[in-house]
């Protein structure tokens, strides 16, 4: 099948409207090509305080991580204890502990990702394989419970979504890709994913 890749655009308005439109709109796509089943009755497109999955993993808290969290959080989209960063840099997960606070955080990527409904890849390109080992390790390896159902979302520049589905074994991948307007509330984000 081919993928279709969808575009979304906001008019200028801030960033947390962004944010919190792209990811329930890319959620509301996923449920309605049935790759959310069993995260249904946690999805809300409004803002409440319901989860729209019950557990978040964010692997690299850079900017684009940063810029994902902020609106679930205080748009109310997602509790910050039902989200878990994980970062290589000590300080870099200090930062996200203080600006979020409440938001878990994990020493390794297998105790971050255990039981995550919601991956999402906020790497540097060069980190990715690096990551796929990681996931990989722990979906065969019984080194962490990765979910059968569990949905990859990638924000990582030039990394086809085949490379996410081979690399890390797991089949539900969602690819976006803002661009640098959208951190002043005034970009285009396209986004695609597998069936």
Not at 146 to 174: E, H, W
Request: glycine residues 6%.
């Amino acid at each position: 099948r081919t993928r279709r890749p969808l575009t979304f655009f906001e008019p200028p308005s801030n960033m947390t409207m962004i944010a919190n439109r792209l990811l329930s709109t890319t959620a509301r796509h996923l449920l309605s090509r049935r790759l959310l089943s069993g995260c249904t009755s946690s999805f809300s497109t409004a803002t409440s305080s319901s989860n729209i999955f019950p557990k978040i993993t964010f692997i690299g808290t850079g900017k684009m991580s940063q810029a994902m969290l902020s609106p679930l959080i205080t748009q109310n989209l997602q509790t910050p204890e039902s989200i878990t960063a994980y970062d290589v840099s000590d300080a870099a997960l200090e930062r996200v502990e203080s600006l979020f606070p409440g938001v878990q955080t994990a020493t390794s990527i297998p105790e971050a990702i255990s039981d995550s409904n919601l991956i999402v890849y906020g790497v540097k390109p060069q980190n990715v394989e690096k990551v796929h080992a990681e996931i990989r390790r722990a979906k065969l390896g019984g080194a962490g419970n990765v979910r059968d159902d569990a949905i990859l979302l990638s924000v990582v520049a030039g990394t086809p979504v085949k490379n996410f589905t081979d690399g890390s074994l797991v089949p539900r991948v969602a690819r976006s890709m803002p661009n640098t307007p959208a951190q002043i509330g005034a970009g285009v984000t396209v986004w695609c994913c597998t069936e």
